[in-house]
């Protein structure tokens, strides 16, 4: 079905580059009144083409805003014509500028005005065009139906690649990660065929989209499973500034209260780690949140807080201010909260396996480097270490190979981050020595067989490619290749981690 329908709109491309000609501009084509459409040199481009990591600077040819799947589909059988890679945007957030192609010469899908909500009242089924954020997306279900998604704190986030590339937050121990959560998805594929995907319709390609999707088309809609928003969650914070070898029990506390079995499935939280406030201090600060009924919240995090006392926030809330107590700001995006959220920074992540603890040798490693380096350097920095796993989570419940997200059975995704001191440009150089320094602080002091991944949500453009494939996929890399080989054989959806 899949090759039919691949070979029916080939025909139809050789069509359109008849009747055009052999070499049609760009902007000979997509220059009409119906699509919002930016050149270069025109005003707009610049805002258009500016990349959320102010550290990255990357030309796309044009920046296109469709209104609907059949153009989407128009502009990707334009890219297909004229060997232009194409690529979609939808909250523009990836680390790596991936949103405009991670490279220059690409024409950029933006999908902001494919933003409708809806949610089907019998099923709880919503279907959610990519161009929305999380906080939008957060707001909508909760107001239309009193429901939830699993997905990250940071509510100006596109569900676009949140939902391409993993999608985690709290509320994910319980509910799993975005992109466990999809049922179906309406994709163009490269050659301009719109198909909808699900577990009986185009499989392996619904298999793909969920953990490496923009290799293989442009989802204009996902259908997702949805979840009573919790009635009253109990959101928590609670922060310590420790010397150096109190910070390494705290840390070595919090591993062993990750792989507790006594944390149920209804909490989620993260250990964050930066720059303490004297000298060779490292500020720790738990943070979560815990969905069950409150009065039990303080059972299961006493065990922790027996050992380590500290200044707390708790608040019991409504689902809504939950969200907006984790992002810290109001969840609803405007064009000022777009325009004042970029940042000039560079990011790594490992994932630690759920089957084995971090040895001490590690932990104290990583707190030394973070102790004395982090210290003196001018960057500013975070270390987050996020439960992933533990105690019945249901990330860990799903099999590596049931999705093209692989990495499901881990105790945390670690993600270490930089950026300029004042969110400006330029980005520090010493930046990258410090957060190579960090990873290896632990990598060099696990033995070989240590079993590391990384979160493609993550994504770090200056992994080699042997790492990148084996990290983000596993063994689940050499299938994804075999599709990309059947969906888009000329490489229309291409970029520098793609298939
Ligand atoms: C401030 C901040 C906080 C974050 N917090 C979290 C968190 O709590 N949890 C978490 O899991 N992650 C988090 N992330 C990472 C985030 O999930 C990824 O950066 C995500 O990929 C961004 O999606 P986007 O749509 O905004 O980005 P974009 O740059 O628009 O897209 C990212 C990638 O997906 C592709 N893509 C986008 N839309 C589509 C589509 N419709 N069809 C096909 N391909 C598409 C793009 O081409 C690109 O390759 C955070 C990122 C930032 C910047």
Known sequence: MLRQLLASSLLILCTIKSVLGDSPSLQSILGNDDLEVYFPGQPGYQNASRAFNLRLNFKPVAVAYPNSTDQ???????GALLNIPVTARSGGHSYAGYGLGGANGHLVVDLTQINAISVDNSTGVATIGTGNRLGDIAIALFNQAG???????????????????????????????????????????????????????????????RGAGPSFGIVTQFQFTTYVAPAQPTFFSYYWSLPLDQAITGISLYQNFSFSSSIPKEIGFEMDLTKGSSEGEILLNLVGSYYGSPDQYSAVVQPFLDAMT??????????LDNLVL??????????????????????????????????????????????????????NWFVQLELYGGNSSQIDTIPSNATAYFNRHDLWTIQFYTSSADAEPPFPREG????????????????????????????????????????????????????????????????????
């Open 72 to 78: 989407v589909a128009e502009l990707v059988k334009v």
């Open 147 to 209: 429901r939830a998604l699993p997905h990250g704190t940071c509510p100006l986030i596109g569900i676009g690649g949140h939902a391409s590339f993993g999608g985690y937050g709290f509320t994910s121990r319980q509910w799993g990660l975005t992109l466990d959560n999809v049922v179906g998805a309406t994709v163009v594929l490269a050659n301009g065929t719109i198909v909808e995907a699900s577990a009986s319709q185009y499989p392996d390609l619904f298999w793909a989209l």
């Open 310 to 319: 500290a200044p707390a926030q708790v608040n019991v809330t409504s689902w």
């Open 326 to 379: 984790l992002a810290g700001s109001a969840i609803a995006s405007t064009p000022q909260s777009i325009a004042a959220e970029n940042n000039t920074f560079y990011a790594k992540s490992l994932t630690t396996p759920s089957d084995a603890p971090m040895s001490q040798e590690a932990i104290t490693a990583l707190a030394s480097w973070m102790s004395v380096e982090g210290w003196y350097t001018d960057t």
């Open 432 to 499: 990258f020595a410090f957060l190579d320094g960090l990873v290896a602080s632990i990598t060099a002091n696990e033995p070989e067989s240590y079993n590391y991944g990384a979160y493609p949500n993550y994504v770090d453009p200056r992994l080699p490619p042997n790492e990148w494939h084996a990290l983000y996929f596993g063994s689940n890399f050499e299938r994804l290749q075999q599709i990309k080989t059947e969906v888009d054989p000329t490489g229309v959806f291409t970029f520098p981690q793609s298939m």
